[in-house]
Nanobody
Framework: QVQLVESGGGLVQAGGSLRLSCAAS????????MAWFRQAPGKEREFVAV????????FYGDSMKGRFIISKDNAKNTVILEMNNLKPEDTAVYYC???????????????????WGQGTQVTVSS
């Protein structure tokens, strides 16, 4: 059974940094694509970042480029999202998602992922 558990959310001032982790179990970590999405109140879920464990391909949402970094720790079956220079508009619940066989053209779409974590709240104060 696939399980994804996010951690690391919290309250931070604008300009600060946070490090989110997604611990995965029940997946072949080296084959699955791991992604982050976020959802702010009253808004649709938004793509944040993705890493293909198989190919190493990495993509970011437009507003995250240059500020967010997605990486992995194979030994711990964990995907990490480092968020820097945070802005109040980054406030959202951040979700980890995963699936196998996700093609490059679908990596930014939430519909491509079968497995989701429960989410972790990130709040950025101005």
């Amino acid at each position: 059974q696939v399980q994804l558990v996010e951690s690391g959310g919290g309250l931070v001032q604008a300009g600060g940094s946070l490090r989110l982790s997604c611990a995965a179990s029940g997946v072949s970590f080296t084959r699955y694509t791991m992604a982050w999405f976020r959802q702010a109140p009253g808004k649709e879920r938004e793509f944040v970042a993705v890493r293909s464990q198989r190919t190493g391909s990495i993509f970011y949402g437009d507003s995250m480029k240059g500020r967010f970094i997605i990486s992995k720790d194979n030994a711990k079956n964990t995907v990490i999202l480092e968020m820097n220079n945070l802005k109040p508009e980054d406030t959202a619940v951040y979700y980890c998602a995963s699936d196998a066989g996700v093609i490059v053209s679908q990596m930014r779409s939430q519909k491509a992922y079968k497995h989701w974590g429960q989410g972790t709240q990130v709040t950025v104060s101005s």
